[in-house]
């Protein structure tokens, strides 16, 4: 009985060591790859919103190419699924969907049934 007790309790505890180490967030995404938050946020990191140049470009595109680049790399292998990088709204920024934060929101929802998982 102890050892099936002992069994079940470590079976446990490596359950939630696994779902702490896991990314939750882009940021943890991010992080677990090396990025740090200055990387994104400035030099007044953790705290500061993401900063934008004059064209209000955000700082994604530095590591990730702009729009165009980016829906080169996402074009789905079935072709009647949808790009979500290449749409009618044109550029949006970047945290018009990828929260950093907080869950991803899948904004072409708001209107279509695309039904894709957003990081």
Not at 48 to 67: I, N, S, T, W
Not at 100 to 113: E, S
């Amino acid at each position: 009985m102890k050892t099936l007790l002992a069994a079940i309790l470590g079976t446990l505890v490596m359950s939630l060591a696994a779902a702490q180490t896991t990314p939750q967030y882009l940021a943890d995404r991010h992080v677990a790859r090396g990025v740090q938050c200055a990387a994104c946020h400035g030099q007044d990191a953790p705290k500061a919103a993401l900063p934008e140049d004059k064209d209000r470009h955000e700082p994604c595109v530095a590591c990730h190419g702009f729009y165009d680049k980016v829906a080169q790399r996402t074009v789905p292998k079935n072709p009647e699924e949808m790009n979500p990088h290449s749409q009618h709204d044109g550029n949006l920024p970047c945290t018009t969907c990828h929260k950093g934060h907080q869950a991803g929101k899948n904004y072409c929802a708001g209107c279509h049934y695309y039904n894709f998982k957003v990081p």
